[in-house]
């Protein structure tokens, strides 16, 4: 029943299944991404020997990622970026005009839609990582939040702005604005009371 203060209780990595065992568990439940793992850990069903963070209990032991824990990511290996998908995305600014299009609010939206199944397989679930290298600037750009910046290559134009008065005109109509002075009081002493 209960231990004796004497005796040690054995670390949670060696009560915990073998990489291979527990991977290939996670894999069969069909889980699409951590916050769907996360969400199976909170809600009882998660044997005691499968570890809920098995990136910590996992770090030298074969863990890659959560994509490889549960199976949802057809990795390879790349010298550059780690694993990532072999699926072959759209370039950037194409992938963005997409993304563009659909007139998404937020970022919350965009996983949403991700998780939804309407998201193609040549459009990243995280561009951020996809696109690190060729244009990715941040979530508000992806989802058509940010203007373009201006072309400082261009030749400005400046153009006066035609009015209907000529500025003679104006310069007459205008009253001269009071000149501020230094002393705050000194306009009021030299009113009547």
Partial sequence: MYRKKTEKRAPYSEICKPFEEARAFARDLGLKNIE???DYCKSGKKPNDIPHKP???YKNKGWKSYGDWL???KEKESAVNGYVEQVK???FEDAKKYVARLRLKNVKEWFNYCDGGKRPKNIPYNPDRAYKNSGWKSYADWLGFMPSPPDFNEEPTFEKPKTKH??????AGRKRAPVASTEPFAFFRNKKR
């Fill in 36 to 38: 769907q793992w996360l």
């Fill in 55 to 57: 990136d910590r209990i």
């Fill in 71 to 73: 199976g949802t990511w």
């Fill in 89 to 91: 995305y759209l370039p």
């Fill in 166 to 171: 000529s500025d003679k005109s104006l310069e």
